[in-house]
């Protein structure tokens, strides 16, 4: 099946039309018309090959929402018309011990991830020959345990952000077992940060906003903030110092990760979800209190669901500025710069109908 995207032909040229065939549905496999695809700043990394190994060309975009046109002769759980979503992987052994917990993104074998990846064999391990295509596409075929399902009255478009940037933020704000009460701050008010402002406020918890922009505190209130600091003010750091229960820090860009161990309290924890170039972190800054810093990756396909389904009861959904296809690489520069309030989203009704 021909279908239209958008694909970066290397890591240094601008994203241009392209034409991807995605498989006919097989038995298990469902087919999407995709309808919104956000825009992660993982798909900047990865374009740019920030991170190395990058595949060209490369059809990013893996906070996928659409709406199910076709299913195979064995699914069970999806039917023509369903809306639907795709985060950050469409595959994984399903027999490691990760993938039996549910935590599919740290299979064993290496999660097939959504785009700039492969698909699997039948037999185990990721072909070579058949690398996988992201949401910027108006169609994606996929297996059905893969695919998550968008709760009743949530606006499709605000809906499309949560695949990606609600679940790694759901995650570790649960498995770290964040509650009401707690002192929690975000660092970074990007597409992340405003996913976790508002779902630690959902969760009770007591939210600070650090941020190197001075220019969000009011967007940081109006999205559920109790308090909002300037990170650019080294006096922050001092006056601060010891503050936190739980640090989720969300940041694209180098930093100085000693600095805000400084402000967790004794057995505090701060779980990096921001994938920024490396900086040396100082054993003193976890000895003293007794600190933890940990990282996070996404989320399995059993706790996507569990985060729509908060999402959805506590009337959560991402602030969007929708974009067509063809503006996507002006939306690039913007992101770098920190102008987006704060998730852009492809309408892929530009991109044309599949043919
Ligand atoms: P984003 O929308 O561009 O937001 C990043 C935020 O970082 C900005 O809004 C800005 O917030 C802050 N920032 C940017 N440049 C900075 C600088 N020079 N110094 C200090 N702060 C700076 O990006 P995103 O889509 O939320 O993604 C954030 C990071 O998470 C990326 O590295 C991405 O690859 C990673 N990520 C990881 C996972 C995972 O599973 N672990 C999943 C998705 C994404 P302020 O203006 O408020 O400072
Ligand atoms: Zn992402
Ligand atoms: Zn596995």
Known sequence: MKTPAYAAPSAKSPLAPFTVERREPGAHDVQIDIRYCGVCHSD?????????????????????????????????KWKVGDAVGVGCFVDSCRACEACREGEEQFCAEGMSATYNSFERKPGGGLDTTRPTYGGYSSRITVDENYVLRIPEGMPLDRAAPLLCAGITTYSPLRHFGVKAGDKVAVVGLGGLGHMAVKIAKAMGAHVTVLSHSTGKREDAQRLGADDFLVTKDAAVFKQNAGRFDFILDTVSAQHDYNDYLGLLRRDGTMVLVGVPDPTPVHAFSLIGGRKRLAGSL??????????????????????????????????????????????????????????
């Open 298 to 355: 996404i989320g399995g396909i059993r706790e996507t669901q569990e985060m729509l389904d908060f999402c959805a009861a506590h009337h959560v959904a991402a602030d969007i500025e929708l974009i067509p296809i063809q503006k996507i690489n002006d939306a690039y520069e913007r992101m770098i710069k920190g102008d987006v309030r704060y998730r852009f989203v492809i309408d892929i009704a530009s991109l044309g109908q599949p043919v």
């Open 44 to 76: 900047i990394h990865q374009v740019r090959d920030e991170w190395g190994g990058s595949k060209f060309p490369m059809v990013p975009g893996h906070e996928i929402v659409g709406i199910v046109s076709r299913v195979g002769s064995h699914v069970s």
